[in-house]
């Protein structure tokens, strides 16, 4: 069945540093991948997505590409801000009609000042 | 545009006991999807709902949780009886094409 697997944090970066956060599927087909973000005390919010190959989803200074020859959906951010600091789930969504989102287990960042 | 409204927020039960959750989904989102989501964790598709019917409900414990979803719009789930392992944020999602609204959740403890 499908599946993602992403690095399991915490994650802890001082500001303005570069962030990185691994992803990468097992799906059949032409997936389409997305990032949500869970900040503190708050619900799922989708930051981004991408629906084909070589696709680039950006929001908020985020930006993940979809690398259909590596299974991969890595999410980057060129300078981080405390702000950032939540709880980021790489998701696809499969074929066939069927719309429901697979997640990975998560990835805490925490940016400290 | 009003967002997925869940309640309640928390519950707190017996085991074996039984609860029930509801959803109200966005308005003219046709699919409502019930998740799992245990602590430190992913959310899990429980079911989904096209309208008020089932597309898929292959991960639902049918011997315990139950959903509908009445006239194709607000969602209940329920839980009887529930388990210690039950404990986890039950999270409601409305859709009308590929993105998915979240609501805010249900904490459910089971002690």
């Known amino acids: 069945g499908d599946s993602v697997t992403q690095m399991e944090g915490p994650v802890t970066l001082s500001e303005e540093a570069f962030l990185t956060i691994n992803c990468t599927y097992t799906?059949?087909?032409?997936?389409?991948l997305f990032w949500y973000v869970q900040y503190p005390g708050e619900g799922l919010q989708l930051l981004l997505k991408?629906?084909?190959?070589?696709d680039k989803g950006s929001n908020k200074g985020f930006e993940a590409t979809y690398r259909k020859e590596t299974t991969s959906f890595h999410l980057e951010k060129g300078s981080v801000q405390v702000s950032d600091s939540a709880v980021y789930f790489c998701?696809?969504?499969?074929?066939?009609?069927?719309?429901?989102?697979?997640f990975g287990s998560g990835t805490r960042l925490q940016v400290q000042p | 545009e009003a967002g997925v409204a869940q309640s309640p927020r928390y519950k707190i039960i017996e085991k074996r006991q039984s609860v029930a959750f509801w959803c109200n989904p966005i308005?003219?989102?046709?699919?409502l999807y019930w998740y799992q989501q245990i602590l430190g964790q992913g959310p899990k598709l429980l079911i989904q709902?096209?309208?008020?019917?089932?597309?898929?409900d292959s991960q639902l414990p049918k011997d315990r949780f139950s959903a509908e979803r009445l006239k194709g719009v607000d969602s209940t789930l329920k839980i009887q009886p529930a388990k210690l392992e039950d404990s986890a944020v039950y999270l409601c999602?409305?859709?009308?094409?590929?993105?998915?609204?979240f609501g805010p959740g249900t904490r459910l403890t089971v002690t």
């Open positions: 999602a409305s859709s009308m094409e590929y993105e998915q609204y």
């Open positions: 799906a059949t087909g032409y997936p389409s």
């Open positions: 991408a629906t084909k190959a070589d």
């Open positions: 998701a696809l969504s499969g074929i066939a009609g069927r719309r429901a989102l697979t």
């Open positions: 308005s003219g989102h046709a699919t």
């Open positions: 709902f096209q309208n008020n019917g089932v597309v898929d």
